[in-house]
C-alpha cells in the first residue's frame, strides 16, 4: 500500500515540511544584511566571518549523515530532531552576548539545518503519491530557490525596523508550526532498514567537510591563501577525502553510496545541481554588489533587483514539476540550462551604462534557468530508488548543491578581487607610477555601496572606480559561464527517464 494512502491530512504535513526547508535553507543567507549590526553591538570584527562559516559547516557536514540515518531508522524522528535543535540554536543566537558565542549557537543552528533539507524532501517523496510528486516537487525547489534571495531581503528589513536578534527569533513561531503540523499529522508508514553505523565513514566526512570549509572562508580573509594554516587545512581536507573514499568502499551501509553513480541518471544529477549551484551564486552575489556599486543604486533596490530572478526561477521550478510525469528529465533540464548559460553570458557584457531594464531582463533569463534545477534534478535523484535509499540521494545532492554554491563563492570572490585590483593599480599608476592615497583601500567592493562612502570620493576618481568594479564583475560573470556549461554538459547524460511508477524500486537497495 502507497505510504501516501496512510497519510491524512497530507496538505498540513506538506505545509510543515515547506516550513523547514524555507527555514533552514534561509538562514545561510539571511544573517549577512545583519552582520553590519551585529559586530557593531558585539564587536569582534576579526572574527564576524565565523558566524556564516559554522552554519555552513554544520549544515553541509550534516546532510548525507542524517540523510542516511533517515533511511535507516525512520525520517519524522529525525525530522523532529532538526527543528528542535534548530530551534535551540535560533534562541540561543539571539541572547549571544559575544561573536563568540554567537558562531557557537549558528554551528547548532546548521546541525538542525542539516536534518530539516534533506529529511524533507525524502518525507515528501515518501508520503506524495506519484501524480502529487510532480506539482509538490515544483513547490518545493521553488521554496528552495527562493530562500537564497529571499533571506538577504527579510534580514535586511528585520535588521532596519525591529532588531538584529529577530533575524533568529523569527525562527521560533515557524518552527513551531512546523512542528505541530508534522508531529500531529504525519503518520511514517514506510519500513526502513536497521543497518550498523557507518561511525567511521562519518567521521572522515565531518572532519573533510569542516577542514574544507574553514580553508575556503578563513582562506584571504583571516590568513593569507599560502599561510600554513590554510595549506594546513587543505592538506587534512585531502587526507580524510581519500580515507572517506576508501572507508565507504568497504562500508555495509555507506554514508553515500558511490555504487550509485554509476547509475547515469543520478550520477548525472547530482553533477547538474553541483555546477549550477555554483553558476547561480554568482549572479546572486554579485549582481545587487553591480546594481549598488556600478550603478548606484541603494540597498534595497540592489536586493529588489534579484526579484525578477526569483520570479523567473518559481515559473520554472513549477512548470518543471508539472511536465515531469509527460516527458523526459533531461527535456526538461536541457533548455532551462540553456537559458543559464545564455544569461551568465549576457550578465558577462553589462556596463556602468547598462540600463536597470537590461539587468532585469538577463535576471530573469538566469531565473527561469536556475529554477528547474531545483525540482527537476531533486526528482531525477530519486528515480528508481526504494525508500531505503532516497534519504541519502535527496541529502547527497543538497550536499553537492551547497557544496558547489560555497566553493562558487570563495572561487568567484578571488576572481573578482584579483580583477578589481588589478584593475585600479593598472588605471591609477598609468603615467603616475602609483595609485594616489587612498584609492586601492577600495579593493574591497563593498566598500563603494553605501552613499556616504560614494559621496566622499571625487567624482572622477568614483568614475574611475566603478568603472574598475564593472569591469571585475563582468570578467567574473565570464568565467562563471564555465560551470553553468558544465551544468548542461551533465543534463546532456540523464538519458530518456522519466517520472513512471513502474520504475520505483527497480535499483535494488544494495545497489
Same mark, same amino acid.
Given at each position: ?7 491524512? =491530512? *497530507? ?24 552582520m553590519? =549590526? @551585529?559586530?557593531? &553591538? ?8 565565523w ?29 523532529i530532531?532538526?527543528? /528542535?535543535?534548530f ?5 540561543l ?5 559575544? /561573536? ?9 543552528q ?16 515518501? +508520503? ?6 510532480g ?11 527562493? %530562500? ?13 525596523? #525591529? ?16 512542528l505541530?503540523? #508534522? ?6 508508514? #514506510? ?20 577542514s574544507?570549509?574553514?580553508?575556503? &572562508?578563513?582562506g584571504?580573509?583571516?590568513?593569507a591563501?599560502d ?6 587545512l ?11 573514499l ?6 555495509? &551501509? ?8 554509476r ?6 544529477s ?34 529588489l ?6 520570479v523567473g526561477s518559481? #515559473? ?34 553589462? %556596463? ?16 527561469l534557468? @536556475?529554477?528547474? %534545477? ?5 526528482? +531525477?535523484? /530519486? ?14 545532492? =543538497? ?53 556616504? +562612502? ?17 569591469s ?9 559561464? /564555465? ?5 548542461? *554538459? +551533465? ?21
Open positions: 500500500m502507497n505510504s501516501a494512502q496512510k497519510t491524512p =491530512n *497530507l496538505g498540513i504535513v506538506i505545509a510543515g515540511l515547506l516550513l523547514g526547508i524555507l527555514m533552514a535553507s534561509m538562514d545561510s543567507t539571511i544573517v549577512a544584511t545583519a553590519g =549590526n @551585529i559586530v557593531g &553591538e558585539l564587536g569582534g570584527m576579526d572574527k564576524f566571518v558566524v556564516t562559516s559554522a552554519y555552513l559547516v554544520a549544515e553541509m557536514a550534516g546532510m548525507p549523515i542524517f540523510g542516511k540515518l533517515s533511511d535507516m531508522y525512520g525520517r519524522k524522528k529525525f525530522f530532531f532538526g527543528i /528542535i535543535v530551534m535551540a540554536g535560533s534562541a543566537c539571539g541572547t549571544a552576548d559575544t /561573536i563568540t558565542e554567537l558562531a557557537a549557537y549558528r554551528a547548532l546548521g546541525i538542525g539545518g542539516g536534518a530539516l533539507v534533506p529529511i524533507a524532501f525524502a518525507i515528501m517523496f515518501d +508520503a506524495v503519491p506519484l501524480e502529487m510528486r506539482k509538490l516537487g515544483g513547490a518545493f525547489g521553488a521554496v528552495f530557490g527562493l %530562500s537564497s534571495i529571499f533571506g538577504p531581503l527579510l534580514g535586511a528589513y528585520i535588521t532596519d525596523h #525591529v532588531a538584529w536578534q529577530w533575524v533568529f527569533y523569527i525562527n521560533l513561531p515557524l518552527g513551531l508550526v512546523a505541530v503540523m #508534522v508531529v500531529g499529522f504525519y503518520r511514517e508508514s #514506510v519500513e526502513h532498514s536497521k543497518q550498523p553505523i557507518d561511525w567511521l565513514g562519518a567521521g572522515t566526512l565531518l572532519g573533510a567537510v569542516i574544507l570549509m574553514f580553508a575556503l &572562508e578563513l584571504g580573509k583571516e590568513y591563501w599561510s600554513w594554516i590554510i595549506l594546513g587543505f592538506t587534512v581536507f585531502v587526507i580524510l577525502t581519500a580515507a572517506f576508501f572507508v565507504e568502499t568497504k562500508a555495509k &551501509e555507506p554514508i553515500i553510496s558511490f555504487a550509485l553513480f547509475e547515469r541518471l543520478y550520477a548525472s547530482i553533477l547538474s545541481a553541483l555546477f549550477s549551484g555554483a553558476a547561480f551564486i554568482a549572479a546572486s552575489v554579485y549582481i545587487p554588489i553591480f546594481i549598488q556599486g556600478v550603478l548606484g543604486g541603494s540597498a534595497t533596490n540592489s536586493g533587483v534579484l526579484l525578477p530572478m526569483m518559481v #515559473v520554472t521550478a513549477s512548470a518543471g514539476g508539472f511536465l515531469m510525469a509527460k516527458t523526459s528529465y533531461r527535456s526538461l533540464m536541457l533548455p532551462t540550462l540553456a537559458l543559464l548559460v545564455l544569461g551568465t553570458g549576457l550578465v558577462a557584457t553589462l %556596463s556602468p551604462d547598462s540600463t536597470r531594464t537590461l539587468v532585469t531582463l538577463y535576471m530573469i533569463l538566469i531565473g534557468g @536556475i529554477g528547474a %534545477s531545483f525540482s527537476v534534478l531533486s526528482n +531525477a535523484a /530519486i528515480h528508481g530508488l526504494g525508500p531505503q535509499q532516497r534519504g541519502s540521494a535527496s541529502a547527497t545532492l =543538497n550536499f553537492l548543491r551547497s557544496l558547489g554554491m560555497t566553493i562558487g563563492i570563495t572561487a568567484f570572490g578571488i576572481i573578482q578581487s584579483h580583477y578589481f585590483s588589478a584593475n585600479l593599480t593598472k588605471v591609477f599608476s598609468a603615467g603616475t607610477g602609483e595609485a594616489p592615497a587612498g584609492v586601492l583601500d577600495f579593493k574591497d567592493p563593498h566598500a563603494l555601496l553605501s552613499p556616504e +562612502a560614494r559621496s566622499a570620493i571625487p567624482p572622477e576618481i568614483l568614475g574611475k572606480i566603478t568603472d574598475g568594479l564593472s571585475s564583475i563582468t570578467s567574473t560573470f565570464a568565467w562563471a559561464v /564555465i560551470p553553468a556549461a558544465l551544468a548542461l *554538459l +551533465a543534463a546532456c547524460f540523464m538519458g530518456r527517464q522519466k517520472m513512471d511508477a513502474s520504475a520505483e524500486g527497480q535499483i535494488p537497495s544494495g545497489h
